[in-house]
Every structure is written in C-alpha cells, then in structure tokens.
C-alpha cells in the first residue's frame, strides 16, 4: 500500500517525547523530558471530580462548556487582568488549550495564509497550522543577556500580506521567557498596523518567578478586540490529564472557534470542568505554592546543571530550563540527548525539535524541573558523570 498519510501530514512522524520517554523506560532513566508534574493537583479539586461524577454530571455538557466553568473563567479573568469576557458568549470550554488552538487556526485561517510563531515553538502549532494548509512562518527567539527575545526588525519583516494571525505563547515553552511589556508592546502594534489575530497560548500564565509578572496581550491597547486568548488547567493545577481548556474572545471570534470545535470534540468532559470550576475560584493560595515550590526546584536544577558545566539559562516562567551543552564538548543537543541515558541515566529533550531552522537551537538542550526535590537530586548527581 502506498502511504496513507495525507501529505501535508508526513513531516509529523512520532513526537521526540515519545522517543525520550520511551528511551527513559528501556534505559531505567530519570525523565526530565516531558514537561508533566509528578505531584497531584489541589485535593479538593480532586474530591470535586469524584463528586461530579457520583451526583450525576456524565452526560454531554453543553458545547460552549458548562455554565460554572464559563462563569468561573471570565471572573478569574476580570480579577486577576481587569479583562472582561461575558461568560455567555465570550467564553468556550475546550478539550485542553491544544484543541482551543487547533480550533482557532482552522476556524480563522484560509489555506495558503500565513501564521507567525516564534520559534522554538510549542510542536502542536505546526501540526495545526499544516491541517489548516496555511503556512508557518518562524521569527527566531535568541539568547540575549540570559533570556531568549526576538529582533523587532526580524518580526516586522515576518509580516507579509498574507500574515493571517501571530501565535503567541508567553510564558513561553520551551525558553522559559516571559515577555515584556515592552516587547508585547512590539507584537500588539503590529497586530493593529496589519490586521492580524492573534492567538495567545498563556497555559503558564500562573507559572511565573522572581516576581516577574506574565501581562496578557489582550490587555494592550487595542488588543481585546483582535485577541483568542486561551489558557487551561493543565499546567495551573498540575493536572495535566484532564485537558480542560478555555478560549476568552469577542464574541465573533469566540463563535468562528466554536464553528470548528463543535466537529472536532463538540464538547469537553463534564466533571473535570466543574472541578476546575472550583479550582479558579477556591485555589489561588494553592497555586501560589506550586510557583514558590517551582521557583525552588528551578534553582535546585540550574545549579545542579551548571555544577555538571552546562551553561544554563535563568527562565522567568514555566517548568523547563535551557541549556548551552558546549562548555561540555558538546555541539548537537540531539546527539547528545540520545547518548545522555548511557552516559548519565538521564533523559533531556533537544531543543533543535521546536525549530523550523534546527542549526539555530542544536546546541541546546531542554530539561523540565517539574519534578520531586530528590529526583532533581538524582539527576543532578548523575549528571555530574558527564565533567568527570
Ligand atoms: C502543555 C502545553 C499546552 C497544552 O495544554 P493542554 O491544556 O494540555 O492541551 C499548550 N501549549 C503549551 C506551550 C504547553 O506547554
């Protein structure tokens, strides 16, 4: 049989975290790969599951969500960022911010126009941004004094008449960067000199350190109006399995989304969305210790990295730390990545897989702190085979 993949398909094999978790498993390996915790979500959001469920909430909700969920989500948004989103209308539940996102590019996208993303990018942007037929184009996200950031020119340049729409993830997976004012500033001019939507993907929006603040690009001037803002409670509440999301937008663009979401999944599960209900409006002292707890392991991790004599990048935000491996002798992340459960029993992701122009992050490698104190510990001490 010739290959069943449609062709716009076929650059999307089997993900790296796939072939590093598998690698971690056969080789007895510490994963600090795939960015999940391995720790549990508040407690009384986990009771408020098992209570949805056993009074009854297993039918299908309805499309846009259940109405606690959406109420819950455009008060956390008026509260915390001053954004109004009317929760009838202005709000959709979606199956994790991944299917918001896929919804949103092929809800918005006609094929042939172009989505910026700053690369390296979250895989799934390509992947939608292909099913849509439209095309990636990759501004390239630099080190500069410590923290990845882009060129202006290098932005503005990105910008043709097809731009149809700027991905924008901040706090950004997988350089740890939180943009600035002064550089959303960049991104929301632009948008409104050009027309563009922008899709806004803040899953770390809580995930911040060092008293860095993640500022929403929706509240700019100008900016609500043009903006699909989405979020989810994945990475909030470390319950990465639930894959409950939520789009905030005007109504116009929230119901282009719904459009297409409605045949994607037409609704996302019942029960975890009245528990994370609970967890916007009852959680907030929990989530501020999962980001103290964060900011320690994230300390605990770059020392132990720069003790083994990686040159580490300091994130403001998310769960991932960024490597330089050449102080190692090192010049390919993926290479090294391969050999790194041999050499140190420890699993890594290269970061050269997030880029459209791999040369530009191979020597770099990512590693997720998202993980208990002694298993940081551990891998550090194993790293620490690789200088010695
Ligand atoms: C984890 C992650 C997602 C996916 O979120 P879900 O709610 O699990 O779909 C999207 N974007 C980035 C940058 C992520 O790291």
Redesign the pocket.
Same mark, same amino acid.
């Given at each position: 049989m010739t290959e069943p993949l449609v062709s716009r398909m076929r650059a999307f094999g089997t993900t790296i975290f796939a072939e590093m978790s598998a690698l971690a498993l056969r080789t007895g390996s510490i994963n600090l790969g795939q960015?999940f915790p391995d720790t549990d979500g508040p407690a009384a959001m986990l009771e408020e599951a098992v209570r949805a469920i056993r009074s009854g909430a297993n039918q299908y909700p309805p499309g846009s969500g259940v109405p606690e969920l959406r109420q819950a989500v455009s008060e956390h948004r008026a509260a915390r960022y001053g954004l109004d989103y009317a929760a009838d209308g202005e709000v959709l539940v979606t199956? &994790? /911010? +991944?299917? /918001?996102?896929a919804a949103a590019i092929l809800a918005l996208c006609e094929p042939g126009d172009e989505v910026i993303a700053f690369e390296p990018y *979250?895989d799934?942007y390509a992947a939608s941004i292909a099913l849509a037929q439209a095309r990636l184009s990759a501004v390239t996200l630099r080190p500069v004094e410590g923290r990845f950031t882009f060129d202006p020119d290098e932005l503005r340049a990105a910008v043709t008449p097809r731009t149809r729409a700027i991905l924008v #993830?901040s706090p950004? #997976?997988p350089t740890g960067t939180v943009f600035t004012r002064e550089e959303l500033t960049v991104i929301a001019e632009l948008c409104r000199e050009r027309g563009l939507v922008a899709i806004t993907?803040e899953? *770390?929006e809580h995930l911040t350190f060092d008293g860095v603040e993640h500022v929403p690009l929706a509240t700019l001037p100008g900016m609500r109006e043009r903006t699909v803002m989405i979020s989810?409670? &994945? %990475?909030t509440f470390s319950v +990465?399995g639930w %894959?409950? &999301?939520w789009v905030c937008a005007p109504a116009e663009l929230v119901r282009a989304v719904s459009t297409v979401k409605q045949f994607l999944t037409f609704t996302a599960s019942a029960p975890w969305q009245l528990a994370v209900a609970h967890g916007l409006r009852h959680e907030s002292a929990w989530v501020a210790e999962l980001r103290g707890g964060l900011q320690d392991k994230r300390d605990r991790l770059m020392e132990g990295l720069a003790a083994a004599g990686f040159a580490v990048l300091r994130p403001a935000g998310?769960y991932f730390v960024q490597t330089d491996i050449r102080p190692l002798g090192f010049t390919d992340g993926l290479e090294l990545t391969r050999r790194l459960p041999e050499l140190a029993g420890v699993v890594a992701i290269p970061t050269q897989v997030f880029y459209d122009h791999p040369e530009r992050g191979r020597h770099f490698v990512r590693f997720a702190f998202c993980k208990k104190e002694e298993v940081i510990d551990e891998a550090v001490a194993r790293l620490k085979r690789l200088s010695g």
């Open positions: 960015g199956v &994790g /911010a +991944t299917e /918001a996102i *979250y799934s #993830n950004h #997976n993907d899953v *770390y989810s409670a &994945g %990475k +990465t %894959k409950t &999301g998310t």
